[in-house]
T-cell receptor
Framework: DAGVIQSPRHEVTEMGQEVTLRCKPI?????LFWYRQTMMRGLELLIY????????DSGMPEDRFSAKMPNASFSTLKIQPSEPRDSAVYFC??????????FGPGTRLTVT | SQQGEEDPQALSIQEGENATMNCSYK?????LQWYRQNSGRGLVHLIL?????REKHSGRLRVTLDTSKKSSSLLITASRAADTASYFC??????????????FGKGTHLIIQP
């Protein structure tokens, strides 16, 4: 298995632009998680899905952030409009067995 | 609020020595997990310990859990240069039943000197 796949690996954009991050979970996994990592705040859970249904989005910082999971093999995290403080590494993770999560390589987002 | 808090924040030891990292958390949990992150990479799951377990081993790793003190420790024995990484503890929430998102500490940065 290729593991969790994220794209793009790096994204540089200007403030105000729309950013879309993509994730393909491990086949057969039924839970998908989006995390954000910064030096100041560490790793934060943004949202997670079980069986493609959003369960908890209380970690989404603002209405500028939205996430979708149209099917079991694909999820997006969108930021519109982006701001410099959104600069971070965004990780997607998936799981099947309760507890253990498998992380993707992350997308490093820089908003100038 | 930060659920898991690791200490020390940074640890530098000589290759072959043992490394011990600690984690404290605040609320009741189903499981506590430890992850490793190499610089610029994603997190890799190391070990999971359930709330009804007190100790668990996996290769050179030993994890303990004290739910009365809401604390855990990760011991890496006979450290190697390749163990250089950041180590995070992560907890779920009791109400989530182990299927919810994780709350991570800020990690311990471990450096193994050759």
């Amino acid at each position: 298995d290729a593991g969790v796949i994220q794209s793009p690996r790096h994204e540089v954009t200007e403030m105000g632009q729309e950013v879309t991050l993509r994730c393909k979970p491990i086949s057969g996994h039924n839970s998908l998680f989006w995390y954000r990592q910064t030096m100041m705040r560490g790793l934060e859970l943004l949202i997670y899905f079980n069986n493609n249904v959003p369960i908890d989005d209380s970690g989404m910082p603002e209405d500028r952030f939205s996430a979708k999971m149209p099917n079991a093999s694909f999820s997006t995290l969108k930021i519109q409009p982006s701001e410099p403080r959104d600069s971070a590494v965004y990780f997607c993770a998936s799981s099947l067995v309760l507890g253990e999560q498998y992380f993707g390589p992350g997308t490093r987002l820089t908003v100038t | 609020s930060q659920q898991g808090e690791e200490d020390p924040q940074a640890l530098s030891i000589q290759e072959g020595e043992n490394a011990t990292m600690n984690c404290s958390y605040k609320t009741s949990i189903n499981n506590l997990q430890w992850y490793r992150q190499n610089s610029g990479r994603g997190l890799v799951h190391l070990i999971l310990i359930r709330s009804n377990e007190r100790e668990k081993h996996s290769g050179r790793l030993r994890v303990t859990l004290d739910t009365s003190k809401k604390s855990s420790s990760l011991l890496i024995t006979a450290s190697r240069a390749a163990d250089t990484a950041s180590y995070f503890c992560a907890t779920d929430s009791l109400v989530g039943g182990g299927a919810d998102g994780l709350t991570f500490g800020k990690g311990t940065h471990l450096i193994i000197q050759p």
